[in-house]
């Protein structure tokens, strides 16, 4: 079992950055893949980044290419994702998620994910 909790949500302005943290515990996180995704209310739950823990590019949804960073921290077990130039359009609960034993092809597919974290709210008002 993987347990994942999520901080760093809040509410920020339009433009500014938010950093989020998913730190894993009950395994470690090198045989996985870990996504995060983003879902509002009647949507939904979308793809935002994800990676495979071990050897793995990140790779990004195109609405938050070039605005979002996602990365690791192994002694830590903990991933973030870093968001820059927020926009309204960005208000959502974020969740981080763990696959196990992943293939390329599948971590940004929602329904690959194993375990689920509680989800962090992120507000961006204009």
């Known amino acids: 079992q993987v347990q994942l909790v999520e901080s760093g949500g809040g509410l920020v302005q339009a433009g500014d950055s938010l950093k989020l943290s998913c730190t894993a515990s009950?395994?470690?996180?090198?045989?996985?893949?870990v996504g995060w995704f983003r879902q509002t209310p009647g949507k939904e739950r979308e793809f935002v980044s994800g990676?495979?823990?071990?050897?793995?590019?990140?790779i990004y949804a195109d609405s938050v290419k070039g605005r979002f960073t996602m990365s690791r921290d192994n002694a830590k077990n903990t991933a973030y994702l870093l968001m820059n130039s927020l926009k309204p359009e960005d208000t959502a609960v974020y969740y981080c998620?763990?696959?196990?034993?992943?293939?390329?092809?599948?971590?940004?597919?929602?329904?690959?994910?194993?375990?689920w974290g509680q989800g962090t709210q992120v507000t961006v008002s204009s």
């Open positions: 998620a763990a696959q196990a034993n992943p293939i390329t092809s599948t971590v940004a597919t929602r329904s690959r994910y194993d375990y």
């Open positions: 009950g395994r470690t996180l090198s045989n996985f893949a």
């Open positions: 990676m495979k823990w071990r050897g793995g590019a990140a």
